[in-house]
């Protein structure tokens, strides 16, 4: 045992501390991409015991990735040295009393969001943040990616739903930014570089997150429409003349719906007919007052009325409202059974949206000719995740997984949004990223490094290049 | 001339460059406590242009402090050296296209909010961010500051309403961050880092802003209320009930009332009984379908039956609305007319606003008897505008006014709140923050400050020591 490994074992007692076979399962990402094995897996208690054992590594030059649900799509959750420590936050999961009159709850960073998810919902509010992963991701994982889902044009983003937080620094202090104000002007907005930094400046250990009350009314509808650009065009009436309810605007193609027709138990179809698109309508309201069913069908009838939306089903029971939303949320299940697959995860500012399939398609039919395009994301952000399956008869994409992501991620940069949209660089986008942004932007980003966590032990390897 | 004057001069020709009697104006703060004669003011009328005076000045070693409307309450936007260079951004005010799908808009940095507001309103859209001094803060000043005003509760702050931006560094290099999408996770969330850092990590010089569909209908309400507790608790069943559509919550005292009525002309009073607090109510929406009187008027009976309301009037037309509005929006004026005044930018979550105003009043009878006390501002995000009046008979506070800040200061952090709320540290709450934050957090931004402007160029004495 190395005498670090000895000391955190002393800081936190035996089942705080697991070495050899009891890590392995913390170890690799669960795309089974990225991992070194690590010098053991830390599971502090408190957050004492994080700032004890992040002074310890700091001392002894080791690094430590922060783990909450182990749910990366990037790899930005295990080591990516060899001997690295891995500090899983699941044993701090206490959930704090609700403030009812600030809409705000407390609650420690490895807290499974579910669980936040029912323990509030049984208070009458809700915390909006609503993404496939919600069984296993935890809060601390969440903010250090910066999470964004299904819900972030109505309630925002990880940054916008935490107020305040506290982190272990990379010497072992503790910052106590704990304020459950939103509006605190008193120097830099910390806490918003930390939500989304995936634990290279800090550890997040806990923080203060945004409730709202629960929606008294759901309406909830699946459209077909015909191309991208008339779904673009309906979003954005829809944006005006609904503006505040919609709470989801989720949209998928008809190669996906295929998929998850195909590979997954259970689906249901309520259409008469397919089409290119599918769009998704979620209206909620906290008022008991608002004629939402009737905001919802009005909106459908101009639609049809002007030749938008071609075909149209409301959900009439909560069991409908869900095999809807399985539609759209069996889209990656589906893909992945499908076989081989390429994920992007691209934002473009939805005006664009036609464009960027337009020339993405060509994009990808110049690389390797026939291959299956799936987008499909939430529309009101312009978040596409723009997946590839094999041409048919193919069963993989050659060599040819960088040179998609490169260009797709240049095209989506030339149209003013984002290669990396709500999954973050982890390790898999570095080389991209570096690729992609400016030498300003990353030497920004290093400089801050570097003045945060000077001896580059908190996570190296993800977000900038170890 | 200093060499570095005539350079400037050189690089912005003679209308971007003033010195001497023409510099004045831009000199000192509006409060008129700050501002050293600076070596002139750089008007530059280009991107290109703020990055060629910043890395002359960076080569001279002569300090930079952008100036947008020069509306600071905290001294940011003056020069805190002699000699120092005042960077105005009021030729840079381009407004540009409106992209109605993205819901987005680019503007320069000196864009006039006021006029901003014309130019979207007149589209149907709006740009959520009100507050007092509109008519002159501009757009840069506004990020800079990371402005909240009337309608953060629904709407955010300005770190919340910008997705992207351009920022010339402290070396003149620009960060192209222009992008126009929510979901952007590529590295560091630089753009909320820059929002709220008052110019010293460096200067905005366009952005990519946050827009909304215009409301189609309005609700107006003045209520009266008895204690601070009855409106805290008729706040939090209001943000249950008609969550949605609360887009102003805010109250102000029977005190500022009072000198408001006495002193600024054309006020009117529209409810029968004096109350000891008030409740401004706004409802807005989006879609003419909702019953948004109905709902206004049925939380309004709620409240009157059940004794936490005691009187109260709805706006029956524009004018009215906008009388109501004038009661709590020319508190300022109201107690500046007054005569002498402390004013405190405070917030706290808004469960303890009855704590922070029973504890604050004894704390303020113990500093100096008799003092008047006149919080208001925005109750759903518990930001108090606590301003003191001397005692009856006094002119002044005698030399308290710092005992004043530092213990309702610290009044506000021991309940999970800020000292400065919205207004900034500017120049003027500098001592306040050190003697308020954590070593561990002023460290932390002393070494982001470092990191990206080394040679402490970029408006320095602002937000830290300089």
């Not at 893909?335 to 960027?356: C, M, N, T, Y």
């Not at 908190?458 to 900038?464: K, R, S, T």
Request: some cysteine; overall charge negative.
């Amino acid at each position: 045992m190395t005498s670090l490994a000895a000391e955190l074992e002393q800081i936190l007692g035996p089942k705080g501390w697991l070495a050899g076979d009891d890590a392995a399962p913390y170890s690799r990402d669960w795309l089974n991409r990225y991992g070194e094995t690590p010098l053991g897996v830390a599971r502090p208690g408190s957050t004492e015991e994080v700032s004890q054992v992040v002074a310890a590594c700091q001392e002894a030059g080791v690094s430590i990735t922060p783990q909450g649900g182990n749910t990366s799509l990037c790899g930005g959750a295990v080591s990516g040295r060899s001997g690295g420590v891995i500090l899983s936050l699941s044993r701090m999961n206490a959930i704090g009393d609700v403030d009812r009159a600030a809409g705000t709850i407390v609650v420690e960073a490895g807290t499974v969001l579910a669980r936040l998810h029912d323990h509030v919902e049984a208070q009458d509010l809700i915390f909006p943040m609503h993404l496939g992963a919600e069984g296993s991701a935890q809060i601390g994982g969440l903010i250090g990616t910066n999470a964004g889902g299904s819900h972030a044009l109505r309630y925002g983003m990880m940054q916008d739903l935490v107020v305040g937080m506290e982190v272990v620094l990379a010497d072992g202090t503790v910052w106590d930014g704990l304020r459950a104000v939103q509006k605190d002007n008193a120097g830099y907005q910390l806490r918003r570089l930390f939500c989304g930094a995936e634990g290279t400046l800090g550890i997040v250990t806990r923080a203060v997150l945004k409730l709202y009350p629960a929606p008294k009314q759901k309406a909830t509808a699946l459209l077909a429409l015909p191309d991208i650009q008339t779904l673009v065009d309906y979003g954005t009436y829809l944006r005006g003349d609904a503006g505040e309810f919609i709470s989801g605007l989720e949209f998928f193609c008809d190669l996906g719906l295929d998929l998850a027709l195909r590979h997954v138990d259970g689906m249901e179809f309520p259409l008469e007919s397919r089409s290119p698109f599918y769009l998704l309508v979620e209206l909620t309201t906290s008022s008991a007052m608002v004629p939402l069913d009737e905001i919802l069908e009005g909106a459908l009838t101009v639609g049809m009325e002007n030749g938008q939306v071609t075909d149209g089903a409301l959900a009439m029971s909560e069991a409908q409202r869900a095999a809807f939303w399985r539609l759209r949320e069996e889209q990656p299940e589906g893909q992945r059974l499908e076989g081989a697959q390429l994920k992007h995860d691209i934002s473009v500012p939805p005006g664009k949206l036609a464009s960027f399939l337009s020339e993405g398609a060509e994009v990808c039919e110049g690389i390797l000719p026939g291959v299956r395009i799936n987008p499909f994301g939430h529309l009101g952000d312009g978040n596409v995740h723009y997946n590839l399956s094999p041409a048919d008869g193919q069963t993989d994409f050659g060599d040819k997984a960088k040179e998609f992501a490169e260009e797709l991620g240049a095209l989506a940069s030339r149209l003013q949004g984002s290669f990396a949209a709500e999954h973050g660089l982890g390790r898999s986008k570095i080389a991209l990223a570096d690729h992609l942004r400016s030498a300003t932007e990353r030497d920004l980003m290093v400089q801050i490094k570097a003045a945060v966590d000077p001896k580059q032990i908190m996570n190296p390897g993800v977000v900038l290049k170890g």
